[in-house]
């Protein structure tokens, strides 16, 4: 099916546009027929469909919705922009500037046209890289200022021990240059608690989030980490936590009470891991939203070696929850829409006025079928549609079809 992405024109500050926008004849999710008015990159009004006009009566731009299912936008709260698109590459993975930059646009505008229009970027620093691939993603941040929000993490490799000097001040310089979070694996590193206690240090420092891949299949390891965690701000989130689905499941209990108290943010990956085989599983998000866990869903790697075929998208990710986790459709869209956004510390979307203008259309009428069939898609960033997907689906002239009165999006068959 074909899939194009339409960037209208916009101010290179990237600032938020100003004009008002009219989203007319939008279902919402609990059934209603809607237009929404949108201004200074926020939501100023909803109201029936056909009742609203441009503020104080002037006329506005509009986009007909009619058709459209209208929802908060979704977040990628978990991507790998610096090794975004490299499955295919030969040889080494190269950190040449441009080369990244390149990558990581690509990457960003795709998961912005499947409706992301905030991402979280984990980035490598230290080792051969140095903080070259952490620049480069900075670029590509500024530059997509006014179509998406881009922020980064650091990871360093190891901070103890004689070689951790140059991670510990790698990392300060990382947060100098930009980036929004400190994070790595502590599992890969000769000290995991030493390398949490100096990733938390600096955070304080710092006043920034911390974000820390891990595969939670210690349980005694985990219970420091969350005890060390606990209180924190502006938080703690972990990911993807894939080991707790393998543990006995009263110490798995176990283990999301401590998360849930410690008020630990777990990003689950549906659609596969990333760094390595071992991070394929999936958290068991039911125990931990039972246990009060606040659970967001990312995608992981996008087409690197760690899933040659991951596709970025946050709507397969919450059709995974629901298809395979047994979460209710609406369960599934929070984890990867409210509580991704949560998780990067953005506020809270609603189709109400008064909440910031983030919203995705998508085809269909109910979310069970857009999750199923999410393949056309609208999406508003700060007020302004800064992404469409069209997609149209034709079939041959059959006799199965005629006097069915079947839905057609096509007009006429194929020759």
């Not at 469909?49 to 007909?64: E, F, I, N, R």
């Not at 005694?220 to 006995?248: E, Y």
């Amino acid at each position: 099916m074909p899939d194009r992405q339409q960037q209208p024109p916009h101010s290179s500050s990237g600032q938020t546009d100003t004009a008002a926008l009219l989203l007319c004849g939008a279902r919402l999710t609990d059934g209603r027929a809607v237009d929404v008015r949108l201004g200074g990159g926020r939501i100023e009004a909803v109201g029936t469909a056909g009742s609203l006009t441009g503020a104080s009566g002037t006329l506005a731009a509009k986009v007909d919705l009619d058709g459209y299912l209208l929802l908060p936008a979704p977040a990628e709260a978990h991507a790998h922009s610096d090794t975004a698109l490299t499955a295919d590459g030969d040889g080494p993975l190269t950190y040449d500037d441009q080369e990244i930059q390149r990558r990581a646009t690509e990457a960003a505008l795709l998961q912005l046209g499947h409706g992301a229009t905030a991402l979280r970027s984990h980035v490598r620093v230290g080792d051969v890289q140095g903080l070259d691939a952490l620049a480069a993603v900075l670029q590509v941040r500024r530059s997509l200022r006014g179509l998406a929000e881009l922020t980064t993490v650091a990871m360093p490799r190891v901070l103890t021990g004689a070689a951790g000097a140059d991670g510990l001040a790698m990392l300060r310089d990382a947060l100098k240059m930009g980036a929004s979070a400190v994070g790595g694996c502590p599992d890969a590193d000769p000290d995991p608690t030493g390398y949490v206690e100096a990733v938390l240090e600096i955070a304080s420092e710092h006043g920034c989030p911390v974000d820390l891949h891990t595969d939670a299949a210690d349980p005694a390891r985990l219970a420091r980490l969350t005890a060390m965690a606990g209180g924190l701000r502006p938080g703690v989130t972990l990911g993807p936590c894939g080991g707790l689905g393998g543990l006995p499941a009263e110490v798995a209990s176990r283990a999301a009470d401590q998360l849930a108290a410690a008020g630990v943010t777990v990003v689950c990956l549906p659609q596969g891991g990333c760094g390595s085989a071992d991070l394929r599983a999936t958290a068991p998000v039911r125990l931990l939203r039972s246990a009060g866990v606040r659970v967001a869903a990312g995608s992981g790697a996008l087409r690197d070696v760690s899933n040659p075929v991951g596709r970025g998208d946050p709507l397969e990710a919450a059709y995974l929850l629901a298809s395979r986790h047994g979460l209710r459709p609406e369960d599934a869209y929070e984890s990867v829409s409210c509580a991704a956004r949560s998780a990067l510390g953005l506020p809270e979307v609603r189709v109400e006025a008064g909440f910031p203008a983030e919203l995705l259309a998508v085809r269909g009428d109910r979310l069970d079928g857009v999750l199923s069939l999410a393949y056309s898609r609208i999406v508003v960033h700060r007020g302004r549609v800064v992404a469409r997907t069209s997609a149209v689906r034709e079939y041959c002239n059959s006799a199965a079809a005629s006097g069915l009165d079947l839905p057609r999006q096509g007009r006429g068959g194929l020759s």
